[in-house]
């Protein structure tokens, strides 16, 4: 019954053609993945001796890779009797299609090219975009990996990045940190000032050049707003920096018995006579 709906013989003779093509196709994908292993490889070692950073490490091996894959994939379908032609003809017909129904993805590929590119921060920056604050981790073609001061992995879209102004904290050798308080309104700023320049000079952290500073910000009913700011060498530790600064302002305007008032509300009593 079965012999007069199938053709056994032209089977067999279809996997005799076959099997000899998959297994070529697979030694052509071992091949391919031997290759990329191999390249890698090389690359690492070309870039321990040069002076490429980690951003331009990834972009390269992540083009290679995608190039050579996709060579070797399909060099290998090629091989099984799979019309590569065929398929980028029909490509072309449902791409519109395609586009319509990826265009995030695709949008969010494009801008991390141009990340790669334009390189407005590389691997292990300090950036702030949206709010957003952590450690560049990872750069990939889709997004950008950012590790928060809580231990977060925020994977931001590429085109979040290209579109919205990314502040970078490690992208110069200096940063400035401010510190805000107030004081009273009858205390010696030239006093305050030589205080404060004391404690800078004497902790190696903060930088001597350029110098600190202490500005009026505003002068209130009961408080001068003030805001101190210092260069720091380490830039990457600017969060522990400004804490401890914070702390050390505070206990130094104790010692030195600098008045610190905070703004009170003083409510009297007030009687109410109701006309009967």
Known sequence: MF????????LRSYFTLLVP?????SLILLFTWLLWFS????????????SFDLTLQKFLLTVSKITIMTIGIMTALGQVGINIASILASLGVVG????????????????????????????NDLI?????YGRVENITLRSTRIVTNEGKMLAVPNTTIINEVVASYTNFPHLRIEVEFTVGSNENLTKIRKILKNLVSSNDVYMQSPMCELLVDAINDYNLALIFRVWIDNERDHIRLRNQLIEDIYNTMLANKIEMPLETIQMAPFEVKVQK
Do not use: Y
């Open 3 to 10: 012999e007069s709906l199938i053709d056994f013989e032209a």
């Open 21 to 25: 093509k998959l297994a070529t196709a």
């Open 39 to 50: 390249l890698s490889r090389v690359l690492q070692k070309i870039f321990k001796k040069t």
């Open 96 to 123: 519109l299609t395609i586009g319509f129904a990826a265009r995030d993805t695709l949008s969010n590929i494009i801008s991390g090219l141009f990340i790669f590119w334009d390189r407005p921060f590389v691997l």
């Open 128 to 132: 702030e975009v949206k709010g957003m």
